[in-house]
């Protein structure tokens, strides 16, 4: 038992030091290890593999709805990055300089991109001439570097992958649809693939994109009560094309400018994931997003039989799910709590006895049940439990959102949800971000979104008691 | 007719000018487009989605190997990868230099990754602790940069897309398995992909990686008689484990050095896929790698019923194939011209008289051989049209390269066969790096490789005269 110990016992429980549970957490199931450069992570096969499946979901997603991929120079001329100046200003300060490049200083210094708003309007100005050229639907996965002063796996690191859709339009109204059916996009994949219920809805003019007239959100709650921005959507207007001259020829024969919109997620999702779900066992992964769903688990697997079996019920299964035999020469308890630290939907555990009665345990990896499957029906039963895992997770999550989100129609209301009360705090606003700098400064709470699903809680302002506008969540968030 | 002559005109012929045909190609067929940065490209939707097909394929070959993905930082530290020194003499003149970050001149600069053989090495260091923790077998899918002065698109530019393979395992012989294993993997997929025949062999020790023990390529030729280094393998002994300290204790208890190889390839190869199989009315695509395999071109479409039609053999053809209906509103003839200046295998010409037969004219994109198939028997011919093409398309590249390979037994054969029959040249050497710098002063064309199919074709180094050791394809290339 000595080595089941030591492996539990590394992670810190996530009641004593949430921050700690989450590194520890990141670290021993091999999903990212630190690398010699300051601030930027290394995924390694468990990490990456969770990507993985999330790009190939999105991706089917998005080009579902007419999107194409593109790759993108991934430095940025710095006259290019300034040629639209809200954008320059918001960016500038966090971005990487090349100044040396085959032996010679350069004559432009070149950025690394923090994202590629500029380099797609370049694209855009050559190549859309006509209504017919439109719209643009491009996207592209890669990787974005941003100097940051901490960081955080997967929160926030100096280099981390995601994807980066551009569009151009011929309306603005195209534009603002795409802009919110990209939300959606994310919110629906979010819900469905990763188990993580969303709150939709758009930042203020304080926490917007910088060049964006309108930033949307999709805002989740973590384990400890903190706020997760897990993917935006942004609708430019024609802000972007009248800095880069990106006009169209319309039908009516009028040169026109075409209307923009911009939508990424990043690896930071892979940051909710582990905290929406994770426990005092480490990771626990929604089946549809998990590298590997199942682990066949034999048990005295030394005795005839019993590693033939564990490998045919892999063969089976292997059809419809993905599935591994840990056939390791490691004792069953330390593979289950591999198996558990790694957040692997469900373990099948087969034994001497389990064959001649003709079944298998499967094991539950979120409410650890037991279940006594007959091996005649493993595969429907192991699908039901799987798709009953997903769906209860979801549930899960949003209940414990929802007992987690308070109501505040005064000032000392808020003060006392932001400090005694972790979760988000509905409240109204009314528009001025005086208010949402008073807030953040006298409770370190940001409005999170004005949801699209609006309440009427008072019709005064939370924060100055003048006629309210509109709610908004607020939290702490990361 | 002047829509038409417009699109093709703007080709010039391959016989006229290769160089020109390539670059006429890649952007009249919107591979790619130029950047506002020097020696970028700029990846377009028709060119990204072969990266895409090939990266699809190639990883599901990876992984059938035992190989995980991972993602590691793009920057290398100065101090990183000077650590071997063969590799940092070969790559430092080539990289570029971040040495500003977040408004500050950074203490250390870092390099942008020419290659990640350094971050690897570093990461093993750190998890590779016993015999239990080998083999490694990653491998990642990102772009790399090398300062390059001159560039062309897909063939040499300044960043590109690639993966790079790196393992460490426990003997000498394992790694050179491993070598051989990645450049076979990559020879068959060529050629059952791609549809391009390969020459395996090893590089001389000039022409090796910086750092390797061994390098194995893969060499293809180009319709113009150039060469094309389309993958390598390399074996990198314990060099670099004991640069790096990669070090793991031995069932014998012992601690020894682990033994390293990495292979790579990149979007080049879809360079070689336009210069192997183009003609002068564009790109012609293997049907397993092209994005689009069958376009449906309505004949008449505003008859009644016809665009009808169209969209149902499409709806019938998707279940097998990737195919997309041409609708737009231009003349069927321009919709031939850019089915053809793309490259897409086969278009399906359906019209009024077609429907009335209970037919269509199914068009190869290579021979242009039109085949009327009776509408009953779609799915089975078009399956079987694609087939056949994919095979010829082989057997004609291999006829092809096979009439330009000349043997030469002494030098005046040799210089002969360089300057007047473009293509490959067989001929023994002796060895020496003195005869291969003399050939490539003498005559341009450099060894590409020492192939593992050696013949016997003289006993006398087509160079200086000596004892010959082996025998050695020569050529210009790319």
Redesign the interface.
């Known amino acids: 038992m000595a080595q089941e110990k030591k492996l539990v016992e590394a992670i810190t429980s996530m009641e004593d030091d949430f921050a700690q549970w989450y590194t520890d957490v990141v670290k021993k199931a091999e999903l990212i290890?630190y690398?010699?450069?300051r601030g930027?992570?290394?995924?390694?096969?468990n990490g990456?593999?969770i990507?993985?499946n999330i790009q190939k979901q999105l991706d089917a997603k998005f080009k579902e709805t007419g999107v194409?991929?593109?790759?993108?120079?991934?430095?940025?001329?710095e006259s290019?990055l300034q040629k639209e100046k809200d954008h320059v200003e918001g960016f500038a300060?966090?971005?990487?300089?090349?100044?040396?490049?085959?032996?010679q200083e350069l004559q432009e210094?070149?950025c690394?991109r923090p994202t590629s708003e500029t380099?797609f309007c370049?694209?855009y100005s050559?190549?859309v001439q006509s209504y017919r050229d439109l719209p643009k639907l491009?996207n592209q996965w890669?990787?974005v570097?941003r100097?940051?002063?901490t960081t955080r796996p997967f929160l926030r690191s100096m280099?981390f992958?995601w994807q980066e859709g551009h569009t151009a339009h011929a309306t603005a109204e195209e534009a603002e649809e795409r802009t919110k059916q990209m939300l959606n996009l994310y919110a629906d994949f979010c819900e469905e693939v990763l188990a993580i219920p969303m709150i939709k809805g758009r930042k203020t003019d304080k926490e917007k994109f910088a060049g964006a007239e309108a930033t949307y959100t999709i805002e989740a709650l973590m384990h400890d009560g903190k706020a997760l921005q897990s993917g935006t959507s942004h609708n430019f207007g024609d802000g972007f094309a009248k800095a880069f001259g990106i006009q169209y020829t319309d039908k009516d024969n009028q040169l026109k400018y075409v209307h923009q919109t911009s939508w990424g997620m990043s690896t930071r999702i892979i940051g909710a994931i582990i905290m929406v779900h994770g426990d005092n066992s480490g990771l626990v992964l929604p089946p549809r997003v998990a590298p590997t769903q199942v682990m066949v688990i034999p048990i005295a697997q030394h005795k005839e039989g019993v590693l033939d079996k564990a490998y045919e019920l892999r063969d089976r299964l292997s059809v419809g799910f993905r599935v591994k035999v840990d056939d390791t020469d490691k004792s069953p308890g330390w593979k289950f709590s591999e198996q558990e630290m790694r957040g692997i939907p469900v373990r099948i555990e087969i034994g001497p006895k389990d064959i001649e009665a003709n079944q298998a345990v499967v094991v539950r990896r979120d409410t650890r049940e037991k279940i006594v499957v007959s091996l005649d029906e493993l595969e429907t039963k192991v699908g039901e439990i799987l798709d009953t895992m997903q769906k209860e997770m979801l549930e899960r999550a949003r209940a414990h959102r929802d007992a987690h989100t308070s109501v505040a129609t005064n000032y000392d209301e808020f003060k006392d949800a932001v400090a005694n009360k972790p979760g988000f705090v509905k409240a109204m606003w009314c528009g001025e971000e005086a208010c949402e700098l008073k807030i953040k400064e006298d409770t370190t709470a940001t409005s999170r979104c004005m949801p699209f699903e609006q309440e009427v809680l008072s019709d005064k302002c939370v924060c100055c008691g003048k006629q309210a506008k509109t709610m908004v969540y607020w939290g702490k968030a990361y």
Chains 1, 2 share one sequence.
Request: hydrophobic share 45%.
């Open positions: 290890d690398s010699s450069v930027c992570m290394i995924l390694r096969p990456y593999a990507w993985e194409e991929n593109v790759y993108m120079p991934m430095f940025i001329p290019l300060p966090e971005v990487a300089w090349v100044t040396y490049g085959g032996g210094r070149l690394v380099l370049d694209l050559n190549i491009y890669c990787s570097v100097w940051e002063k280099e992958l």
